[in-house]
Nanobody, 122 residues
Framework: VQLQASGGGLVPAGGSLRLSCAASGRHVRTYSIGWFRQGPGLEREFVAAVGWDECRTVYANSAKGRFTISRDNARNTVDLQMDSLKPDDTAVYFC????????????????WGQGTQVTVSS
């Protein structure tokens, strides 16, 4: 499974960004896809995930009400719409693939994309 994240950038507080994860490889549509982030000096943390069925979703408390994850299996992409961004959201954002029961645990995941930098200015 290969994953490629894109869409990061610099935005002011209160702004929006849409990240995209392009997935490819064997059986990629059977995997759940999650977004994680790692801020400066911090551990990588879970943000949101979507199941293979495009329906099941789960969010970290920090993302609930502001971020929306969506999946398009026809295009093999998973997007993360981020609204009402805060300076604390500044981090490198990664997408990852795993089974549903593992997808929220960063230390358990085998397939990772490269990160995309999100910077929110105050």
């Amino acid at each position: 499974v290969q994953l490629q994240a894109s869409g990061g950038g610099l935005v002011p507080a209160g702004g929006s960004l849409r990240l995209s994860c392009a997935a490819s490889g064997r059986h990629v549509r059977t995997y759940s896809i999650g977004w994680f982030r790692q801020g400066p000096g911090l551990e990588r943390e879970f943000v949101a995930a979507v199941g293979w069925d495009e329906c099941r979703t789960v969010y970290a408390n920090s993302a609930k009400g502001r971020f929306t994850i969506s999946r398009d299996n026809a295009r093999n992409t998973v997007d993360l719409q981020m609204d009402s961004l805060k300076p604390d959201d500044t981090a490198v954002y990664f997408c990852a693939a795993a089974s549903w029961d593992q997808i929220t645990r960063a230390t358990s995941l085998r397939y990772w994309g490269q990160g995309t930098q999100v910077t929110v200015s105050s």
